[in-house]
């Protein structure tokens, strides 16, 4: 056996192998590597992508967070405000119907005070009615008339 031949031989059975390899085995292989980096590729979007949502969702949730809590503080100040407002109405109309009743109630004293006088007043005049008459019935005598004037005043008191 020659050298040659056999290294020729080996050079073409090798050219034939590489062209086989080359023709069908390398383009199954490279579409398997194109897809599998393709796949790769597109998870490592997806997953940028989904951080990126991820962190605007983070940053919408934490403004939607904010709004609520500014609407709740002024939600809450409306409420004070009209408690407040309330409380002063409350107020207004608690004065308003004091003064109702504290009028009502120096208008039925000074009708008290009115018939206690007028009553007084006939009372007063009866007295003196009576102790005028006891007078006239009686002689004209000063310590008669004394003593009917202390007994007019103790019918007075």
Do not use: C, Y
């Amino acid at each position: 056996m020659n050298i040659n031949f056999t290294l020729i031989s080996q050079a073409i059975a090798f050219s034939v192998f590489i062209w086989f390899t080359v023709k069908f085995v390398w383009p199954p292989l490279l579409r398997a590597i194109e897809e599998r980096q393709k796949t790769i590729a597109d998870g490592l979007a997806a997953g940028e992508r989904g951080r990126h949502e991820l962190e605007l969702a983070s940053h919408r949730s934490s403004d939607v967070l904010k709004e609520a809590k500014q609407r709740a503080t002024e939600i809450i100040l409306q409420a004070e405000k009209r408690a407040s407002e309330i409380v002063e109405e409350a107020k207004k109309t608690a004065k308003e119907e004091g003064d109702r009743i504290v009028a009502g109630a120096k208008a039925d004293i000074e009708h008290e005070v009115f018939s206690a006088k007028e009553s007084l007043r006939q009372h007063v005049a009866d007295l003196a009615v009576a102790g005028a008459a006891k007078i006239l019935r009686r002689e004209v005598d000063a310590k008669a008339h004394a003593d009917l004037l202390a007994a007019i005043q103790e019918d007075l008191k």
